[in-house]
């Protein structure tokens, strides 16, 4: 059942679909990393790049968050895996991080896994985002 808080695009659906199913394929990655991103995919409400709302976090999306628990405030652009440079602030969408922020809107809080040593991190801005400036195949 879709989840109407959690939004993506259907080009990011799609090309997260492909992601996933290819590297189950693989077996290349952890599959409890795979299942995080599935889980997501099946709650979110999917709309056309041109119809996303300012304010959520896409593919590409360039984002600051807090730390609800440190204070501390970081930023972190959302990419596919072989973008991911932790030095450059690129965040892999197969990271627990990445998938839990997909489809997020600036203000939402999100509750990080207690298990993996999570924590409270909110959405203080989206700072940029590909389809509010029209580009839907970034």
Do not use: H, W
């Amino acid at each position: 059942m879709p989840n109407a808080d959690l939004i993506l695009s259907t080009i990011d659906a799609s090309r997260l679909e492909s992601l996933v199913r290819d590297s189950v394929a693989s077996g290349q990655i952890e599959r409890s990393r795979l299942c995080l991103l599935k889980d997501r995919l099946d709650e979110a409400r999917i709309v056309e790049p041109s119809q996303m709302p300012e304010g959520v976090i896409t593919m590409n999306s360039t984002v600051r968050f807090r730390d609800l628990d440190t204070g501390e405030v970081e930023t972190y652009t959302l990419v596919y895996p072989g973008f991911a440079d932790a030095s450059q602030q690129r965040l892999s969408i197969l990271s627990p991080f990445g998938a839990a922020i997909l489809g997020y809107r600036e203000g939402d809080v999100i509750n990080m896994d207690p298990l993996a040593g999570g924590s409270r991190m909110a959405i203080e801005k989206v700072e940029f985002q590909p389809e509010s400036v029209g580009q839907y195949d970034a």
